[in-house]
Nanobody
Framework: QLVESGGGSVQAGGSLRLSCATSGYTSIRSCMGWFRQVPGKEREGLATIGANTVYADSVKGRFTISRDDSKNVVYLQMNSLQPGDTAMYYC???????????????????WGQGTQVTVS
């Protein structure tokens, strides 16, 4: 089970840190990813972490993904937020991969319910 938190409303240029509480996913080798989706658009991969870390070009240098295996939590630190970052943000897990994580939504079978981020 994945449960996201930390979303909310922020002004442009501000920061938020999203958290994804997992049911032990981070204690085993797995890819943990953050994605976002705007109504009417496809789900977009933002960052994923396993043995490697991958960022989408749209967030590189602004967002940082990290994981605390001792707490079974994955974080997404988001800085310099812009209105274009407004979306529902999802955490996802792929237990079949660890060494080569990718930002491909269909490779992640387990998803959280999402947390809304609004930047004005």
């Amino acid at each position: 089970q994945l449960v996201e938190s930390g979303g909310g409303s922020v002004q442009a240029g501000g920061s938020l840190r999203l958290s994804c509480a997992t049911s032990g996913y981070t204690s085993i080798r797995s890819c943990m990813g953050w994605f976002r989706q705007v109504p009417g658009k496809e789900r977009e991969g933002l960052a994923t972490i396993g043995a490697n870390t991958v960022y989408a070009d749209s967030v590189k240098g602004r967002f940082t993904i990290s994981r605390d295996d001792s707490k079974n939590v994955v974080y997404l630190q988001m800085n310099s937020l812009q209105p274009g970052d407004t979306a529902m943000y999802y955490c996802a897990a792929d237990l079949s991969r660890y060494w080569t994580c990718r930002l491909v939504p269909r490779e992640y079978p387990d998803w959280g319910q999402g947390t809304q981020v609004t930047v004005s």
